[in-house]
């Protein structure tokens, strides 16, 4: 009985001077850590269940401002945010060239869907492509809302419609100058189209008069990139915090946080996991 309480007591002294020579994570030199991004990644909860995974990781408290994806870089080409995650591509590779963002990389990927009233009275359902979508709402004149807030949903509406060889206008076409879910409940409420990310029309649908009316096509492909914003312009940005969140975003164990985010409540992910993969994977 006492050579066994003497062991266990060797034990407990062990496990105490371990745990006393296990190093403490050093704090941040710089904690608060500013992320500039798409309103989608905010609607859909996405940054709900990573933020705070992020934090409990690294030490850092991360204010989120979430904004159109050209507000964002607006926001990176000024200094005022000192990481972005983004999905605008062109735009992106843009930010890059004049010298705004240090490095960047492709995190996620899901799609961009046409949604509109069941009654779809302009006859989208169906259309082979969505340039032939965006035809049939012209020619109707039916109610479209844009976010027409330079986002990444706004640039990609306003490439398609480029593609159709049609200038939108006049009072069937309406901006909100709001984000995805304030737009998709104001399309709901006007009985209109709107084009939308999946993940954010899946997350507020239960909300929502409107029914996904055109998907698939190639055309609608939604890439998101996570960049750090480059310190040789602006020395104040917490690029040590940048660096940290991106090589979390792209870690193990988050993407496949990401590949399973949405599984559980809608029956299919929300996003795709693409940080294995390239630019020229995904055909961009």
Not at 106 to 121: C, E, K, Q, T, Y
Not at 165 to 184: D, K, N, R, S
Request: hydrophobic content about 45%; aromatic content about 8%; glycine content about 8%.
């Amino acid at each position: 009985m006492l050579r066994q309480r003497i062991f266990i007591f060797l034990i407990l002294v062990l496990v105490v001077s371990s745990s006393a020579c296990t190093p403490t994570p050093k704090a941040p030199a710089v904690v608060e850590l500013i992320l500039a991004t798409t309103t989608s990644t905010q609607d859909s909860g996405l940054l709900d269940i990573l933020i705070p995974a992020f934090e409990q990781q690294t030490g850092y408290i991360v204010k989120v401002v979430a904004v159109g994806s050209g507000q964002a870089m607006k926001m990176g080409e000024e200094g005022n945010a000192d990481v972005l995650l983004v999905h605008a591509p062109a735009s992106e590779v843009d930010f890059m060239a004049n010298g705004f963002g240090a490095e960047r990389k492709l995190v996620m990927h899901n799609d961009f869907i046409f949604v509109g009233p069941a009654s779809d009275p302009a006859g989208i359902k169906g259309a082979a492509t969505s340039v032939d979508a965006l035809k049939k709402i012209a020619e109707a004149q039916a109610v479209f809302l844009s976010r027409g807030d330079d986002s990444g949903t706004h640039k990609m509406e306003l490439i398609l419609w480029k593609a159709a060889g049609i200038t939108p206008e006049g009072a069937w076409y309406q901006e909100t100058g709001q984000g995805m879910g304030a737009t998709l409940k104001i399309a709901s409420e006007k009985a209109g189209y709107t084009l939308a990310d999946r993940a954010t029309y899946l997350a507020t649908q239960d909300t929502l008069q409107l029914e996904i009316l055109l998907e698939g096509d190639k055309a609608l492909l939604n890439v998101y990139h996570v960049i750090t914003v480059n310190p040789a312009k602006w020395p104040k940005v917490n690029a040590e915090g940048a660096t940290a969140f991106m090589n979390f975003m792209v870690s193990d164990e988050t993407q496949k946080i990401i590949g399973e985010f949405g599984q559980d409540k809608y029956g299919q992910s929300l996003f795709f996991p693409d940080a294995d993969k390239t630019d020229a994977d995904l055909g961009l």
